[in-house]
């Protein structure tokens, strides 16, 4: 195997901790000693040990003189666990190879500045792209103490995300709708607006073996959001946020005494302030968000500048109808020049749909 495949497998191994170790990033280790992978390790949850030491623990043989293969560069400070840079140092390895640098203010370059200073070669930049698009979430948040928002919504080819009557069960196939929990299961929390409950009185779990619930956010401006919703129902066992701008205590309280956590939001322009919704939430530690709409919250989302990433699933049907649901509503831009552009665009094919996606740009 050569430096790219060992990043590979550090790369895969780093995704195991998808879900688990929000909002530190997913990183994974690999070590080779005389062309052999003696350790592999990655990080697992958050809070535990990091990915270099896990697989230095994971070592069937000594270390000393070996490579490591690292996705991100490794820490240099005293946070939930000791810096990884002594663990490096004392084990012996002779040389580290690293993917992305740790954009952490306390790291940043200071981790590899380390590990030379105490003569281990270190090659940055392996796999660099792909090391940093898999911790797209962690580099956001990191940067801006705001959660990561992606867009995701699935219609058919004629652009419709439900039939005339409301009826969207189902619009793609299973491959694109598992292809939707692993994205529930990297995300922190899911958003919807207050009309998708009362349309289709969701659950917005993760239906993933082994996977956990992402925290549910409901925007509802008037709380109109109804008691009995298997959302309401069930915020004693998943953590659920209403976003608001009602303070009639008369109104909150059986939401609160059902276990929903509310936030107070500032009304603009009709609706909850997203932006200082996004500060709210980040400063909960949410980093990143699923936002699954309907229409209109996902017009106000565009608009409010706070999307970062839109996912279409597009099947292959048309379902027609003039008054048929569609992904984007609100009022609309007027002209094509004033569209949401989106760039870095990934298509992907999961069974007969297709996945196509894109980084939204920011002016
Ligand atoms: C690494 N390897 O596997 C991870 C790193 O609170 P702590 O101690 O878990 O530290 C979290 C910070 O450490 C996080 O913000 C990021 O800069 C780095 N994460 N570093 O060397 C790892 N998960
Ligand atoms: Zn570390």
Redesign the pocket.
């Known amino acids: 195997m050569n430096e790219i495949e060992y990043m590979k497998l550090a790369l895969s191994l780093a995704e195991k901790g998808s879900g688990f170790?929000n909002?530190?990033?997913?990183?994974g280790?690999v070590i080779v000693k005389n062309g052999e992978i003696i350790g592999m390790g990655?990080?697992e949850k958050?809070?535990?040990?990091?990915?270099?030491r896990n697989a230095l623990a994971a070592c069937t043989e000594p270390p000393g003189g070996a490579v490591m293969y690292?996705t991100?560069?490794?820490?240099c400070?005293?946070?939930?666990?000791p810096p990884?840079t002594e663990a490096i140092i004392e084990s012996g390895i002779r040389k580290v190879v690293v993917g992305s640098q740790?954009?952490?203010p306390?790291?940043g370059g200071k981790?590899i500045r380390i590990l030379r200073e105490n003569g281990i070669e270190v090659v940055t930049g392996v796999l660099e792209d792909e090391c940093t698009a898999l911790n797209e979430i962690?580099f956001h948040y990191?940067a801006t103490q705001t959660p990561f928002v992606t867009m995701k919504y699935a219609m058919t080819m004629d652009g419709k995300i439900a039939t005339y009557s409301g009826k969207s069960k189902w619009i793609t196939g299973g491959q694109a709708r598992e292809h939707v929990h692993r994205s529930r299961l990297r995300h922190a929390a899911i958003m919807a607006g207050s009309g998708t409950v009362i349309a289709d009185d969701p659950m917005l779990t993760c239906r993933i073996l082994g996977g956990r619930d992402p925290v549910r956010i409901i925007c509802d401006t008037r709380l109109r959001i109804p008691t009995e919703s298997n959302i309401v129902r069930t915020a004693d066992q998943i953590t659920t946020y209403i976003a608001t701008t009602c303070e009639d205590q008369a109104r909150l309280k059986p939401l609160t005494d059902a276990g929903c956590r509310i936030l107070t939001i500032s009304e603009k322009e009709g609706h909850i302030d997203l932006v200082e919704l996004m500060v709210k939430l980040g400063e909960e530690k949410i980093d990143s968000i699923l936002l699954e709409g309907g229409a209109s919250l996902n017009y106000s989302a565009l608009r409010a500048g706070i999307v970062n990433k839109v996912q279409a699933y597009v099947a292959p049907k048309i379902f027609g109808g003039r008054n048929a649901k569609t992904p984007v509503g609100g009022a609309g831009i007027e002209a094509p020049e004033e569209a949401f552009m989106l760039r870095d665009r990934k298509i992907t094919v999961l069974g007969s749909d297709i996945l196509i996606e894109g980084e939204v740009l920011k002016d």
Do not use: S
């Not at 909002?23 to 990183?27: D, F, G, H, I, L």
């Not at 400070?77 to 666990?81: E, L, R």
């Open positions: 170790v909002p530190n990033p997913m990183v280790a990655c990080h958050y809070g535990q040990l990091h990915a270099e690292v991100l560069e490794p820490c400070h005293y946070g939930k666990t990884c740790d954009p952490n306390k790291v981790g962690f990191i």
